[in-house]
């Protein structure tokens, strides 16, 4: 494969792309929406082929299911293309407009990124997540899957190809890297005159290799050690449904619950309500061993003290961290010592609580009273995600159509001259 004419060619795509009125990039989202409902037989099949080949390969069970598609899921994908849609288009939009004393006027005005490179592990639903937003955007998009998905990526952008065709947009648009050899990616990290942005999806080693390797830009994020912190105001009753939603309403994902940080205040009334209601659902404990004495709990296959890395580690399983804290502060101070940055959150009546957790947990999205499980594009509205960035630069947090543009500044004068 011909890394460098790929990218050269989305390049070209991009330049067309980016002069392509809202209706005509919608109208291709709108006939991918309907090729997903109707392709739906097609898309399992080749998805079960992955699985298959991903269980007999050794893929852990949060791995196997971030790979796995079924009728429910490919019915969230095209319905949050509906959403993408639906959203305004960003291309175009004038900000901070204003006139200077001399007469010049000036004006931001939002334009694509240009060509965008995602690499990503298991999950075929980016390959149309990331093709939607890109399009809407007008980015050209270079698409890097695992190996562990090659079945269903291909029969997906399959769906994308056709779709880009029906509409009139260059096929181009969207690249797909149809080879599992990593010296591909290689390649592709050093093909900075094409390239505008890189986007790793995957695990830490991914990251790092990205950052280590690549001459494009480089944003990382997605990988989440999450945290809440029960206050001693906190609504007991009402905290303990919250916490089993962030905990187990998807435990392999990245904004899943890891680590709950609760006041040594509520700690002993609070905390084996935790471990009884979520070991129902399978869920096991790594408690700190001065919690487990202080609550008398006796260390077996549900609860067992927490080890030196414990409170480091993303789980992506039905594990929970427990530690009890003297307060806000110490809770702050562990948070900052141990989160990735990703989604962190308070439950707490306490108002001046809530406002010091927010203004001093720096991390791309905090909660007050509400499940880490939002931390997702279409949860907050956007429609999907080409990823969920942990940096500061360009974009932080579910980054959607705007996070893919950046912005020209236009100036306008009557043949003015500096003097």
């Known amino acids: ?14 330049r067309k792309l980016a002069l392509t009125p809202a209706r005509q990039r919608n109208a291709a989202l709108s006939v991918l929406a309907d090729w997903l409902r109707s392709s739906q037989e097609e898309i399992i099949t080749a998805n079960r082929l992955d699985i298959a080949d991903g269980q007999q390969a050794g893929l852990n069970s949060a791995l196997i299911d971030r790979l796995t598609l079924n009728p429910e899921r490919i019915q969230g994908m095209a319905a949050d293309l509906g959403t993408v849609i639906g959203l305004p288009d960003p291309l175009g939009e004038v900000f901070e407009e204003q006139t200077l004393d001399n007469g010049l006027r000036l004006r931001k005005q939002r334009v694509p990124l240009g060509v965008l490179a995602v690499i990503y592990e298991s999950r075929p639903n980016v390959t149309i997540d990331v093709a939607a937003l890109a399009l809407k955007s007008g980015n050209a998009v270079i698409l890097r899957g695992g190996s562990e998905t090659i079945r269903t990526n291909r029969v997906l952008v399959t769906g994308i190809h056709a779709s880009l065709q029906n509409a009139g947009i260059d096929g181009d648009t969207v690249q797909f890297i149809d080879d599992p050899d990593r010296e591909l990616v290689n390649r592709l990290l050093k093909m900075h005159d094409y390239v505008d942005m890189l986007i790793p999806r995957g695990g830490a080693g991914l990251h790092k290799f990205c950052r280590d390797h690549s001459s494009i830009p480089v944003i990382t994020g997605g990988i ?8 001693q105001s906190a609504d007991l009753a009402r905290s303990l449904p919250l916490i089993r939603n962030a905990k187990i309403q998807r435990p392999t994902v990245c904004n899943a619950l890891d680590t709950l940080l609760v006041h040594r205040a509520v700690a002993g009334e609070f905390v084996p309500q935790v471990i009884e209601t979520l070991k129902k ?14 609550l008398g709990l006796e260390a077996d296959e549900t609860v067992q003290a927490a080890g030196p890395q414990d409170f480091d580690t993303e789980w992506l399983s039905l594990v929970l961290g427990i530690k009890a804290v003297a307060g806000l502060e110490e809770a702050i101070a562990h948070i900052a010592a141990h989160s990735t940055g990703h989604s962190d959150g308070i439950l707490t009546e306490d108002d001046d609580n809530a406002m010091r957790f927010t203004a001093e947990v720096d991390s791309a999205a905090v909660y007050v009273n509400a499940s880490t499980r939002f ?7 956007l429609g999907a995600e080409v990823a969920i960035s942990t940096q500061r630069l360009h974009a932080r947090g579910p980054m959607a159509l705007r996070e893919l543009t950046t912005y020209k500044w236009v100036a306008q004068g009557d043949y003015l001259v500096r003097k």
């Open 281 to 294: 659902d399978g869920v096991t404990f790594r408690i700190d061993e001065a919690l487990i004495r202080e």
């Open 375 to 381: 931390t997702d594009g279409s949860q907050f509205g």
């Open 224 to 231: 989440g050690i999450c945290h809440l912190f029960v206050d």
């Open 1 to 14: 494969m011909d890394i460098e004419r790929l990218c050269r060619d989305a390049k070209t795509a991009s």
